[in-house]
């Protein structure tokens, strides 16, 4: 009975045997032992993660710390500055918040009265102001009617002598008002008007302003 012969392998095909059981070996080993233990910290530059990719399962958004511009934050409870955040809770800087815990749900408007004074001197002249006060004011002896300009319902008024030592004070006209009193001439009863009273005397100059 005669056995077939075989043929000795080339030594080609043993090589190309070879590198395949390597490949396949390598890509085994490299799929069991590379995990993130075997990566260097900070070696993965950021053009390497595909865009998108990551989501906030992968980011803790509790160490991403204080956002330092936000251009359009829906809520933003730390940003420095937050130009059209609709909530911003301690926004040091907020241009266009349309709610911010600070103001307690006020207008800006609310905490900038706005303050109208005049200089008013011994004959009535006002001889400085901050605008819509009419000059002269009305005078009898030492006792002076300004038109200021504005409603001055609970309004606060403050009145301060010019360099005299004579007691200056100030009341709204039109007994109506809260701490009104009569005002003459006839007309100034209306709730713009305010009535100065400096000292005993024959008048002085003064100041007088309206706040709010």
């Keep these: 009975m005669r056995f077939p012969r075989f043929r000795r392998p080339s030594p080609a095909l043993v090589i190309a045997v070879l590198a395949l059981v390597v490949a396949l070996g390598g890509s085994a080993y490299a799929v069991r032992q590379i995990d993130g233990s075997a990566i260097k910290r900070r070696s993965i530059p ?6 998108k990719a990551l989501t906030g399962t992968q980011i803790n958004e509790a ?19 937050a130009s059209a955040a609709d909530s911003a809770g301690n926004a040091l800087n907020a241009g266009n918040a349309r709610s911010a815990d600070a103001l307690g749900g006020n207008p800006p408007g609310a905490f900038q009265p706005r303050i109208r004074w005049a200089l008013v001197d011994g004959v009535g002249n006002v001889l400085d102001q901050s605008g819509g006060v009419v000059s002269p004011a009305a005078r009898s002896g030492n006792t002076y009617v300004i038109a200021v300009g504005v409603d001055i319902t609970r309004k ?3 009145a301060t002598s010019n ?8 009341a709204p006209c039109g007994v109506s ?9 006839a007309g100034s009863n209306d709730g713009t008007h305010v009535q ?3 000292g005993a005397g024959p008048g002085g100059p003064f100041y007088i302003a309206v706040l709010g």
């Excluded at 956002?67 to 809520?75: I, L, P, Y």
């Design 63 to 81: 160490r991403l710390g204080r956002v330092n511009e936000a251009k359009n934050a829906t809520n933003s409870k730390f940003a420095l500055r």
């Design 156 to 158: 606060a008024l403050i």
């Design 46 to 51: 950021g053009d390497r993660i595909r865009n």
């Design 196 to 198: 100065v009273a400096v």
């Design 163 to 170: 360099g005299t030592a004579q007691p200056v004070s100030a």
């Design 177 to 185: 008002l809260p701490g009104g009193v009569p005002c003459s001439p």
